[in-house]
């Protein structure tokens, strides 16, 4: 767990085995300290700042369906980028946000996870109405991002690997990594990852995974870009 600021240990609670140096620990599930404190606290002032449409679920994408393979069809959209994992404070990082800016005006993004907290209030306007950037959510949505590459697969009449869709993540926690080997296990290929490969990606079980599955390892994002979009 990353502490959090010791500016929130006076709002911080825990129950159970959870616990955080300075926090408040509240014993028996008795919330009492926690209810008192939020009562004690302000009500929270009008959210100033740029407004951005997020948690797109896959029946709202899916609703879009008919649109968004016609613009496929047309040559409108050319390829799909899911730029989704974890955020992290190691450098490296900013690759996604260039990878994002980088990307050409007639691809769309898909965003997923707490990385895309770098970018997602960059202006990536619209293709025919379709948002160019349109978020599926959390790390736990990837599930919904499953099921629009499966439905979008179905609509194509081809398989997941053969649709114009590249997946660049970045890791940093235990669930990323389970998400990776859910991909994995779906037979998802030519995953990108960084900023670097998880500790236990060994270069022996590198070489197993990217000789499987093609997983390769993030470079520069024109690099990338050049290689995903001269296929
Ligand atoms: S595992 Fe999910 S919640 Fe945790 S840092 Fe990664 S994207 Fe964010």
Same mark, same amino acid.
């Given at each position: 767990m990353i502490?959090?600021?010791?500016?929130?240990?006076?709002?911080?609670f825990t129950i159970g085995i959870t616990a955080v140096p300075g926090a408040t620990h509240l014993k028996s599930r008795d919330f009492s300290l926690l209810i008192k404190k939020a009562k004690e606290l302000p009500a929270l002032s009008e959210a100033s700042g740029k407004k951005i449409m997020t948690g797109f679920h896959h029946t709202a994408i899916l609703g879009l369906a008919d649109k968004i393979v016609g613009a496929v069809k047309s040559g409108k959209i050319r390829h799909f980028f899911l730029v989704g994992g974890?955020?992290? $404070?190691?450098?490296?990082? &900013?690759y996604y946000t260039e990878f994002a800016e980088r990307i050409p005006k007639d691809c769309v993004i898909l965003t997923l996870a707490c990385g895309k907290y770098r970018f997602n209030k960059l202006d990536f306007g619209?293709?025919?109405?379709?948002?160019?950037?349109?978020?599926i959510g959390q790390c736990n949505n990837a599930y919904s991002a499953i099921q629009v590459a499966i439905a979008l697969a179905k609509v194509f009449n081809c398989s997941v690997n053969e649709l114009p869709l590249t997946l660049v993540l970045s890791w940093f926690e235990q669930k990323a990594v389970a998400i990776l080997l859910t991909l994995l296990y779906l037979g998802i290929?030519?995953?990108?990852?960084?900023?670097?490969?998880? $500790?236990?990606?060994?270069? &022996?079980?590198?070489?197993v995974i990217q000789e499987k599955f093609d997983l390769k390892l993030i470079t520069t994002a024109d690099e990338d870009l050049k290689q995903v979009l001269s296929k």
């Open positions: 502490p959090p600021e010791n500016s929130y240990l006076d709002r911080l974890c955020d992290g $404070a190691k450098p490296g990082r &900013n619209a293709i025919e109405g379709i948002p160019r950037l349109i978020d290929k030519g995953i990108r990852v960084g900023p670097t490969p998880p $500790a236990f990606i060994t270069p &022996n079980v590198l070489k």
